[in-house]
């Protein structure tokens, strides 16, 4: 069978404060909603925003950390996958689908409070400043000086 990929990489603020629930078992899953924002030139040359909405689904740790340290208006790096699931409706008869990302990392972006202000996308312009986000793109600082002791193999955990 040939490899397959199913990857999802999003950035984006949350629509509302995430909704924790637990299974029979006990398993925590956090659902929530996620906007993404996309600027174009309309016909007439004008700027105009475009806001896509995803539904994020998290398990187990993800979940309590979601359920614990995000709401509406925080910045986060999702990456998971798309799954697709479909039911008849009972009403109608009609088959339905819903697509959801199923989380499987999650990063937490801006500072804390941040989500009170504008989600912390404050200050934000359209353009090349904007692409780089919250993201230091400098190069880091070494921690130690640059005359300290390599790591020998005897070092190695493993």
Known sequence: MAKSVNKV??????????????TSTGTPVAKFSL??????????????DRTE????VAWQRLAEIVGE??????????????QTSSWDDKETGQKKYKTEIIANELVLLGGRGEADSEGGSRGYSRGASASAGNFDQSQPHPEEPAHATQIQDEDIPF
């Open 9 to 22: 990489i999003l950035v984006g603020n949350l629509g509302k404060d995430p909704e924790i629930k637990y």
């Open 53 to 56: 909405w995803h539904n994020i």
């Open 69 to 82: 340290y995000v709401k509406k208006g925080s910045k986060v790096y999702i990456e998971g996958r798309l």
């Open 35 to 48: 906007a993404t924002n996309e600027g174009y030139k309309d016909k007439s040359g004008q700027w105009q």
